[in-house]
């Protein structure tokens, strides 16, 4: 009744091309598409507001991006002998991107029928930005198969991104693959258990350029100097900040057994990352907090298995079962400025090579000395190694914890079952080895934090001389250690649906439907986990009154005319 936020959008997409065949399985392609957005925003706080001061606010704004692709290319294709199949296309690409908006915003309007911004008394606010960027690329690739067995495809491509520095703004990718079909063979004719086979491998470059449109440019801001308005430097610049690069090795297969009953997909992989683009700190002599780099990689190698199977498959009666799982192993092998570790404690992560980049970093606490009910924390003294304990967190040795925000292991499973008409299916998630901070743990268990509600555990509470207890003495101050740092491994039932779809006979009697099904569905319905927070699937490192995952319950009826 008293606020009003009112949002219109307009958003035009648009594709047109012209594609010329000079001759046959010879094309030349040129196409053109945009992308144009709008978004004007009216906010608004009406003076009549019972429990306000009698003053209203308008607050407006209006936003626009658009993106322009052109996108050129030239293919053929051909067969030699019936057996040598080629193709081969060349291209040109080019992205352009432009982004505008301004705002304003007055408040001291009194009366609800005069919100605009002139109207209002007090002092107006008014910001104005834009960006842009552009990338323009060319590429060629080539595929080749002899016979539908042997499959061979390579490609390259050079890229340009006006994000980078004007020295290093090109990068060379290229990729190679080769799949072989096994099936195909005369001398796998007669596996009749055996419906496909394919071995497939891969070798290729990708190149991020995920960064601000400006992150390589020195930038000036403005600023006042007693009255007078200046322009103060914000940013350096780095001229040879170029592309973040990956590279990427896969080998794997895929079979379907015994008529595909059984279907298997297996993949290893070995994903290299140099050159990273991070925003690294500069020393606070040379006058800026901080910049982009081209430092530092990562290397993250696994393993991707699915598997599926059909357990029943008759007239009346399906069953099916499918299982997937991930295990991944990160590890960071280069820091910048020749740095072993890149501690960052406000975060309780700590970047070193060797190590997994999400790895958790923090003070050890020890537990609760039984004879004065003070917290112990671990002590490792630096000249001799030997670690010890002390009473003292602002002596206690940080320290690597040997578990990371990114679960090494990670899948899911399920059950689609259906019986005539009747139907379930249900999709679990995993996780194993992941970690979390519960920050919200801290408010409910810190004595200072009395208006926030308590936490039952500190009934286990240190209270005279030779308890054995989880939390100290009354008064105590708990820290950011490593009692907040749980295992946040879990098991989800994601998705559970039951639906009966009523028999055609049925159906076809009325005459006018072809289709009646009813269903039921749930999300989220359970969860087992050791994580005392709210949500074990939180993507972060850190949880603080975060909004968890729903469980939701939809429930419908679908006509088919």
Known sequence: KYYKYIQRTTQFNATGYALITPFKNFNIKTQVSGDLYNANVKDIGLPSYPYGSGSGYVSRSNTNDYTITYTNTMDYQWTLNDTHNFYVLAGHESVMYRYDAFSASKSGQTNDLMMTLDNGTGTPSVSDSASEYAF????????????????????????????????????????????????????????????????KASYGTQGNAAISEYSALGLVGSTHYFDQAGLVISTTANPELGWETQHLLTVGFNAGLWQDRLKVDFEFYNRQTVDMLMDIPYPATSGYASGYKNVGGLVNRGVDVSISGDVVRTKDWYVGLYANFNYNKSMITELFNGYEEYPLPSYMLNYAIGHDAGEFYCETLVGV?????????????????????????????????????????????????????????????????????????????????????????????????????????????IQFDSHLLEDASFIRLKNLTVAYEFPKKWINATGFMQGLR????????????????FDPEADTNLTYGRYPNSRQFVGGIQFTF
């Open 369 to 477: 000395d039984p004879e004065d009910g003070k917290y112990m924390w671990a002590y490792i003294d630096p000249e001799t190694g030997e670690r010890g304990t002390t009473k003292d967190f602002n002596q206690a040795t940080p320290e690597l914890q040997g578990i990371s925000q990114y679960a090494p292991w990670a899948g899911g499973f399920g059950l689609n079952a259906a019986w005539k008409g009747l139907s379930v299916a249900a999709d679990f998630s995993w996780n194993y080895g992941k970690g979390l901070v519960n920050n919200d743990r801290y408010f409910m268990e810190y004595d200072s934090y009395t208006s926030y509600s308590r936490s039952k555990d500190l009934l286990d509470r240190w209270e005279e001389k030779g308890d054995i207890a989880k939390f100290a003495k009354f008064g105590e101050a």
């Open 136 to 199: 323009n690329s060319a590429f060629g690739r080539i595929e080749y198969n002899y016979a539908k067995r042997y499959f061979f495809d390579a490609s390259v491509r050079y890229d340009e991104s006006s994000r980078f520095g004007k020295q290093n703004r090109g990068a060379v990718l290229y990729s190679a693959g080769f799949m072989w079909d096994a099936k195909a063979e005369k001398f796998m004719e007669n596996a009749t258990w055996l419906n496909s086979l394919k071995v």
């Open 518 to 533: 009813v269903y039921f569905t749930s999300r989220n319905l359970l969860t087992f986990t050791k994580y005392t927070g």
